[in-house]
């Protein structure tokens, strides 16, 4: 079940990323079980996923929709959430790291390097679940050993903004080029993180966080910008 209701996830939110479901629309459940194959309850688990991550929001009476955002909003919050992730990294580095948190980063370091290796011998095509699987663990364990739940909170609350989480990176398949480009600027930022912790470069560790943050930013944009739904609004972005 937990694999469908992730393929189910996926899909939905591709045709909301390229512009199939418009803001503003109502998802039906049951209409989206019978579109795709599925029984009612992945549709049920994929659209309280889908709510948390912001694309989606449930409607006042019954059911959801897609949820409406703007091409300055999401440029804004990946900014600020790169201001705070930033402020999460200097802390770690600062006071340092447990053992088993530095270890966290460096198996999701080690499997980066597996994905990599992987995609460039499927012709840069990526595994892009694996890649959020492990992106997702890395900021994660960097927010854990902040041990800040104000920063915790903010962070979370910014998240909420469609696309704005660090882990809404996918749209697999679309531009596997860029994507693989992407990713791998991405583990590079990572492993440079990973030295300023360890090295205690609070200064650098922040730099690096925020910077990445800002490549996030623009690498949306690049991925985005094709798709018909979101164009005209994406070429506002700086």
Known sequence: MATQ???????????????????????????????LGV??????????????????????????RVKSFNAKDLSDA??????????????????????????????????????????RAAGQTLDMRWWMDINAK???????????????????????????AATAVSVQGVAPQLEYEFIARAHQDHCDL??????????RAESIMREHARKTRDNKHRLLAGFSGLRDALAVIP
Request: some cysteine; aromatic content about 4%; charged content about 25%.
């Open 5 to 35: 209701t992730h393929s189910v996830v996926h899909e939905i939110k591709r045709r909301i990323i390229s512009g199939q479901y418009q803001s503003g629309e109502r998802l039906l459940e049951l209409q989206l079980a019978e579109d």
């Open 39 to 64: 029984s009612r309850t992945p549709i049920r688990l994929a659209f309280e996923e889908l709510t948390k991550d912001g694309l989606l929001e449930r409607l006042p009476t019954r059911g959801f």
């Open 78 to 119: 990946i900014e600020v959430r790169g201001t705070l992730e930033g402020m999460a990294a200097r802390l770690v580095a600062e006071k340092g790291m447990s053992r088993e948190g530095l270890q966290v980063l460096h198996d999701c370091l080690d499997e980066g390097r597996h994905l990599l290796a992987q995609a």
């Open 138 to 164: 890395f900021h994660a364990a960097l927010l854990q050993s902040a041990d800040s739940q104000p920063l915790k909170d903010a962070i979370d609350f910014i998240s909420k903004i469609p696309m704005a």
């Open 194 to 203: 990973v030295t300023a912790i360890e090295q205690h470069e609070g200064a």
